[in-house]
């Protein structure tokens, strides 16, 4: 029996796909693998039994990777399950960003008591009027889930979409329509393109990338979009740009209190996610990671873990290893085996950063007296039996 946690509100359609094998508990220290959304994780005790932590959504700022990863904890996150959710917010925010349709509604709610509202409307309606986005130029950098998703929808809202994405992959090129133009240089897009989306996660290389040089080299009355983090926008340079005019639209989902009072900047509280879809394919997503990582060993998702998938084990027996990524890990994982007379049926090793994962498929049962013997050799930080 598998135990887990949820550290916040899971979707209830999510948690629906464990099966009877697992159970959930109130109590993390019981916890095989945790459940978690917004809670921070930092300063938490990571219990020694812990072996998975499943983020249902895209960032993990709130989690130590790095101490789950030494502490042989597999960390997944969910990425592309709340991009629709994000995309139409980022959609509804180029429209609200070209025509004041916010002032407009303010307007009539400060009115609604003049009797001869329809004829002073028709008469204030110039002071709300703004520009279509069809045939504008859009600038997108970072083509990842949501990138595509706002690029294709863009162009089919007629507009001249520009991409930026040094690290684009192969399945994100094939999800792209070919009306996309693909950028080398970034700088073209802060040059040439009357609103720009920034969709690209929070690294040392990314954050404060739109920065005051950024910032001039772009077009007068430009609109920018955030909805990725806000570390990745120097704020203070971006408030006199919309002081001065430069910047014309600032459309961000993370209220602080730099932003929420300079002028021009419509804020939204971090709704990119919030809508009972992404919630839902967010904590389905997690579950089924969760699920065959618990059962099978297999490894999708991971951000601090060699993605691994080998299927379900037709063996005798599986073990999968958590390890530093040094030298001579393989060959003294094969040794104990080898002296303890097993044959190795299938084994698969990949590395990510400072850390391995080994799977070792083997054509009869492993003992714990094996399983303790490997756990002994240094540099292994977790060695589970799977079957």
């Known amino acids: 029996m ?14 629906q796909r464990f099966n009877d094998s697992y159970e959930e508990t109130p109590n993390i220290e019981d916890a095989d693998a945790v459940l978690v959304r917004s809670a921070k994780m930092h300063d938490m005790e990571l219990p020694s039994k812990l072996l998975a932590v ?24 969910t990425p592309g399950a709340n991009a629709n959710a994000v995309k139409e917010l980022v959609l509804s925010s180029l429209f609200l960003a070209s025509r004041d349709i916010i002032g407009g509604i303010d307007w009539v709610k400060a009115n609604k008591n003049d009797p001869d509202i329809a004829k002073t409307a028709e008469k204030a309606k110039s002071k709300f009027a703004g520009t279509e986005i069809t045939g504008k130029k ?69 954050k404060g990338m739109i920065s005051r040089e950024a910032i001039d080299m772009m077009k007068d009355g430009v609109v920018l979009l955030n909805y990725a983090r806000d570390v990745l926008v120097d704020e203070t340079a971006l408030v006199e740009a ?53 059962e099978n060993g297999n490894i999708i998702n991971s951000v601090n873990y060699p993605n691994m998938n080998n299927g379900v084990c037709t063996d005798a027996s599986r073990i999968t290893i958590c390890h530093k990524n040094i030298k001579d890990m ?58």
């Not at 994982?333 to 850390?355: Q, T």
């Open 2 to 15: 598998y135990q887990y946690n949820c550290l916040n509100n899971i979707s209830k359609i999510g948690l």
């Open 54 to 77: 499943a983020r249902a959504g895209a960032g993990v700022n709130n989690i130590p990777l790095d101490k789950c990863a030494d502490a042989g904890i597999v960390v997944f996150n």
């Open 138 to 206: 859009l600038g997108i950098i970072g083509l990842g889930a949501i990138g595509q998703m706002v690029a294709n929808a863009a162009v089919s809202l007629g507009m001249d979409v520009y991409g930026y994405d040094p690290f684009l992959s192969v399945d994100a090129a094939w999800n792209l329509s070919r009306n996309i133009r693909h950028i080398n240089d970034v700088n073209d897009i802060y040059r040439n393109c009357d609103f720009i989306t920034v969709h690209v996660p929070a690294l040392s290389s990314t």
């Open 242 to 294: 919309l002081k001065a005019g430069k910047v014309r639209k600032y459309m961000t989902d993370f209220a602080n209190p730099v932003v929420v009072e300079a002028p021009n900047a419509i804020v939204t509280p971090h709704l990119g996610a919030s809508t009972e879809e992404a919630e839902d394919n967010c904590a389905k997503m997690a579950v089924k990671e969760l699920r065959e990582f618990l």
């Open 330 to 387: 393989i060959r003294q994982f094969a040794r104990v085996l080898s002296d303890e007379g097993m044959n190795i049926a299938n084994m698969a090793n990949k590395s990510r950063g400072d850390y391995a994962y080994t799977m070792i498929d083997l054509e009869t049962p492993i003992t714990l007296q094996t399983l303790t013997k490997i756990r002994s050799i240094d540099g292994v930080l977790r060695a589970r039996i799977i079957k």
